[in-house]
């Protein structure tokens, strides 16, 4: 039996001195063990959504509930049961592999032969086993991602938060990351996942969201979503109807 | 306590690989110690003290001559000069001298100054004999006829000497000069009553004085030179130099989004703060042992004398302590509000050499217009080189030194709770 992940209720953000909402009454339930893909142009507000529901910054109005908690009620728990992967490197990069994700595995309250044995564990099933001692700042872009990443699950989160987390990064990266993120789900992980890539969202996702201008335009499937726009054959197709062919520079 | 120690082990990692940070944090304030301490002891030399040269031209060559001599001589800071290249100094070579810089003092004896002034005496003494008729002398008649020209002692000093300097060496002379001209008075009359008295003449002054210190013995450590002013004093200034890699390393996990992860996690702002506050406490201490070594060890190499922690050596690291917390509390605050290291870089190095500046590091507050010496109170390095003097100088304990210790803790609780509020302000944005 599924149960709610995210319980998102009238989520409003506008920033002090904007003259425009950056979300706007956002309404949305995610259940436990699903792969949400939540999409937009540039400036749709994803990043302002994800970053209230890491507790980055506050809502205007509105509520929300991750795993049945709240940050005002039980910000401990609640970010314990959170991983979040940025789309920025966020590592320290005259640190080895083992240390940052030493670091920051403590910072969730691993410790120990534990911590350690999950880490040399993790760098092994995304191939950075035998680089785990060298900094992160000798890496190429592929590798740090998969770090970026590590650094994000190595607590074993109940919901996961990934910006991005295959940008820029080759194929071999971007398959090692994508299998390990199936991996995860596999274990039960939710996932709430934002991309550009739509024909990856397609195929990764369980169900996607599409925002534009602070709202929540659709939901459901990849399939129903298809399947509602009569000349749509793709997400891609869908997205395009939804948002226009216009340049979104913000 | 775990988070805290993997915190602490984090930010020792990223400092000890970046050579640059250690060569600003350790390095740099020794070699600016060694150098500014150099540098200032000819100035805390002059103001306080240190050896001048003396040139003596003496046209008297008589007892006078020779007393002034001897107490040239006895005077440790003072060293007479009567030739120069194996031939007398003349007048006009010495004013010239001194003129120039190259000497600070000249005193020039004027001729006949013993002969007249034993005459002058003799015509003073004989006048009050001969008002109470104790003698029918032929002399008096005579030396009554003959009066005698006041004597000038010329003395040259460097216009660029401290007007301390000048007020010490007049008085010494005056004092000197009042001394010779009380015993020629003594004995004078001594002979004219008669030679065969075997009266002993005490050769002190009756009344003089004692500078009691607070060993109840000497006072002479009231005032620092310059290796007791600039140990403390620079000390303190690589400890608030912290100011700056500290809140590059703040405005840094920012850019680099570590500072999110830390957000996002289970863990406070304020004990991601408390990590940071540990590892820079420590490196403040680090840097003080280093400067005392220095100070202890290196000085006397490099002419300069040996920097005396006597057994107060837990009460200076008690303030270097304290000294640490504030500076690292204002490292905190510029790395919490600042956003780019274009801010935060300048503007904690400026306001580090401002502080210091007006608390006394480069200058010592006593010789700072009043003004200054007011300002200074409300600088952090001020009250920690308040309490280093309590300390070094007069020998102050832990109650001594408690009130500048609160200040500074106040410092940082001030400093640490104004950036939590800003950190907490910046997510209602």
């Known amino acids: 039996m599924s149960t709610t992940a995210i319980h998102i209720e009238n989520l409003s953000k506008q920033y002090r001195g904007a003259d425009f909402v950056a979300v706007q009454n956002l309404s949305l339930t995610i259940q436990s063990g699903e792969i949400f893909g939540l999409l937009g142009p540039n400036g749709a507000g994803k990043t302002t959504l994800l970053s209230m529901l890491c507790g980055i910054i506050r809502p205007t109005s509105g509520k929300f509930s991750i795993n049945g908690y709240t940050y005002e009620q039980s910000p401990v728990q609640l970010k314990q049961s959170l991983g979040v992967v940025p789309q920025d490197f966020a590592l320290y990069p005259s640190l080895t592999a083992r240390e940052n994700l030493l670091y920051f595995g403590s910072m969730y309250g691993l410790k120990g032969r534990k911590l350690e044995q999950e880490v040399i564990a993790s760098l092994d099933a995304l191939g950075l086993a035998t680089f785990m001692d060298k900094r992160v700042e000798t890496f190429s872009g592929g590798m740090k991602r998969r770090v970026n990443l590590l650094a994000g699950v190595l607590h074993r989160p109940k919901?996961?938060?990934?910006?991005?987390?295959?940008?820029?990064?080759?194929?071999?990266?971007?398959?090692?990351?994508?299998?390990?993120?199936?991996?995860?789900?596999?274990?039960?992980?939710?996932?709430?996942?934002?991309?550009?890539?739509?024909?990856?969202a397609q195929a990764f996702c369980t169900r996607v969201g599409i925002m534009e201008s602070g709202r929540l335009w659709k939901e459901g499937t990849p399939e129903q979503l298809i399947a509602e726009e009569e000349k749509a054959q793709t997400l891609e197709d869908v997205f395009i109807e939804i948002t226009g062919k216009g340049l979104r520079d913000v | 306590m775990f988070k805290l120690r993997r915190s602490v082990q984090k930010e020792l990692l990223l400092l000890f690989r970046d050579v640059g940070g250690i060569v600003i944090l350790f390095v740099m304030p020794l070699i600016l110690l060694l150098a500014v301490t150099m540098v200032q002891k000819g100035s805390f030399d002059s103001i306080l003290g240190g050896k001048v040269s003396v040139l003596l031209v003496d046209h008297d060559r008589e007892s006078i001559s020779q007393r002034i001599q001897e107490y040239f001589r006895a005077d440790e800071n003072l060293e007479l000069l009567m030739e120069l290249d194996g031939k007398p100094i003349s007048e006009e070579l010495a004013q010239e001298l001194v003129r120039q810089g190259t000497y600070q003092l000249a005193v020039i004896l004027p001729e006949h100054l013993s002969r007249d002034l034993n005459t002058h005496v003799q015509q003073n003494v004989d006048k009050i004999m001969s008002e109470f008729d104790f003698s029918g002398d032929t002399t008096l008649v005579a030396t009554e006829k003959k009066p005698i020209e006041p004597k000038e002692i010329k003395l040259y000093f460097d216009p660029a000497a401290h007007a301390s300097f000048k007020t010490a060496i007049k008085m010494s002379i005056d004092k000197l000069v009042s001394n010779i001209e009380s015993k020629?008075?003594?004995?004078?009359?001594?002979?004219?009553?008669?030679?065969?008295?075997?009266?002993?003449?005490?050769?002190?002054?009756?009344?003089?004085?004692?500078?009691v210190g607070r060993d109840g013995e000497h006072a002479e450590e009231s005032l620092p030179d310059a290796v007791q002013h600039n140990v403390p004093a620079w000390t303190l200034f690589a400890i608030f130099f912290i100011v700056v890699p500290l809140s590059i390393n703040i405005v840094k996990e920012k850019a680099q989004g570590t500072m999110l992860r830390i957000e996002t996690s289970p863990t406070s702002y304020a004990l991601f703060l408390m990590g940071k506050t540990v590892t820079y406490l420590l490196i403040s201490l680090i840097q003080f042992y280093l400067m005392l070594l220095v100070g202890i060890f290196v000085f006397p190499y490099i002419g300069l004398h040996s920097f005396q922690v006597g057994n107060s050596f837990g009460l200076l690291s008690v303030i270097a302590l304290f000294s640490g917390l504030a500076a690292v509390g204002l490292g905190i605050l510029i790395g919490t509000i600042a956003s780019t290291q274009e801010q935060s870089a300048p503007f904690g190095a400026t306001l580090t050499v401002v502080l210091a500046a007006v608390g006394g590091v480069w200058v010592p507050v006593f010789i700072m217009p009043s003004v200054m010496q007011q300002l200074s109170a409300l600088s952090p390095m001020n009250w920690g080189l308040g309490a280093f003097y309590k300390v070094l100088l007069r020998g102050g304990g832990l109650v001594d030194i408690l009130p500048e210790i609160i200040l500074l803790i106040l410092c940082f609780l001030l400093t640490l709770t104004v950036a939590i509020l800003y950190d907490k302000k910046k997510r209602t944005v």
Do not use: R
């Open chain 2, 184 to 211: 020629t008075i003594y004995s004078t009359f001594q002979e004219e009553l008669g030679e065969d008295m075997d009266i002993e003449l005490g050769e002190q002054q009756f009344i003089s004085y004692k500078e």
């Open chain 1, 159 to 200: 919901v996961l938060f990934l910006d991005e987390p295959t940008v820029g990064v080759d194929v071999h990266s971007k398959n090692a990351i994508m299998e390990y993120l199936k991996a995860l789900h596999f274990q039960g992980t939710t996932i709430v996942y934002t991309s550009h890539h739509l024909s990856e």
